[in-house]
């Protein structure tokens, strides 16, 4: 079983051959991860996905985080599922959608279902085309009446590491115009998730999710609800996400408990490790990380993007693959 404990994750019945330590900066206090090669994990799965969103070209952290997904999904048997997210329209842009695809096919990383192109993704698998599965799971918690409306803005929100509860007793409608609807979390629940390897993992809610926002202010579902709300509509049973998205798993999960088909109980996460830049930051689109795109304008080859990520990891990993990619990660010893 894993826990988390005095900031450390702590690993407790994790059956493995080889054993690694990360440190990674999540949230405001460190955890330390073990993870293990994945040839002991015998559980099969149903579907797992890739889920980009076209608000920056992909860039280095996102190929890596696909090639992992896809090695864990063919060892356990589970089909790719391709997910964008493009609910936050304000954000998408074409070059950006177009990239997404454009980078998968040369890097040649594979999925089973989902579009297959630009238009293919726009005429069946938008999220705009799943407005009413989203709104009916947030109707579902405003008539158990586990929300309260918000009206404080970002600035009002400047220096707190979460939600202070500004607006949680104000008793403002929710049908008010202009304002976010939050969910009552309390005081840092607990919260538990199942691993790949089917232990458990528990953790609080940490303070950055109290009373995080399900619906935005222009009435659009928050990527939290509407995350959860696909990974359930796709039959999703294997979440493969970096380490920055725990306290995402741990609030989709919390909201996941409080729905009466518990979406998300069958759903096995794996958290990988991210790639660093020489600052010692994640690689990310809004700190304008270096993009595939850019590498392939310079003549970088797929075989040459996938070296590049190798040596991120350990200087001396030489990878031509996704495949060669993801067994140096998972079998090091370096890490």
Not at 150 to 158: E, F, I, P, V
Not at 228 to 255: E, H, K, M, N, P
């Amino acid at each position: 079983m894993f826990a988390f404990s005095g900031g450390k994750y702590r690993d407790k019945a994790f059956p493995t051959k080889k054993i690694s330590l990360f440190y990674f900066p999540i949230s405001s206090f460190p955890i330390f991860v073990f993870l293990a090669v994945p040839s002991n994990i015998q559980i099969p799965f149903r579907r797992t996905r890739i889920a980009p969103t076209p608000s920056g070209f992909l860039h280095l952290g996102n190929v890596f985080s696909f090639a992992l997904t896809a090695a864990l999904a063919r060892q356990t048997n589970a089909t790719i599922f391709l997910r964008i997210d493009d609910l936050d329209q304000e954000r998408v842009q074409p070059a950006y959608l177009k990239n997404i695809f454009d980078t998968i096919s040369f890097l040649h990383l594979p999925y089973d279902n989902g579009p297959r192109s630009v238009d293919d993704f726009q005429n069946h698998f938008s999220q705009l085309l799943r407005e009413s599965l989203y709104q009916r799971r947030l109707q579902w918690l405003r008539d158990q009446h586990l929300l309260f409306a918000c009206n404080c803005s970002r600035k009002q929100l400047a220096g707190h590491e979460g939600y202070p509860g500004t607006c949680r007793h104000k008793n403002l409608d929710l049908d008010t115009p202009d304002v976010a609807w939050r969910i009552v979390t309390g005081d840092q629940p607990a919260v538990s998730f199942r691993n790949i390897d089917g232990s458990l993992a528990t953790a609080t809610l940490p303070a950055s999710m109290t009373d995080f926002i399900v619906r935005r202010r222009d009435g659009k579902a928050a990527y939290q609800l509407s995350s959860l709300a696909d990974d359930a509509f796709y039959q999703t049973d294997l979440i493969v996400r970096g380490q920055d998205l725990l306290d995402s798993t741990l609030a989709q999960s919390f909201l996941s408990s409080l729905m009466p088909d518990h979406p998300l109980q069958p759903v096995s996460f794996f958290h990988h490790p991210l790639l660093l830049d020489s600052e010692g930051e994640k690689l990310s689109k809004s700190a304008g990380s270096i993009s595939i795109q850019y590498l392939r304008r310079h003549g970088y080859s797929a075989a040459a993007i996938y070296d590049l990520i190798a040596k991120k990891i350990h200087p001396d990993f030489e990878v031509g693959s996704w495949q060669e990619l993801a067994a140096a990660f998972f079998n090091s010893r370096y890490l």
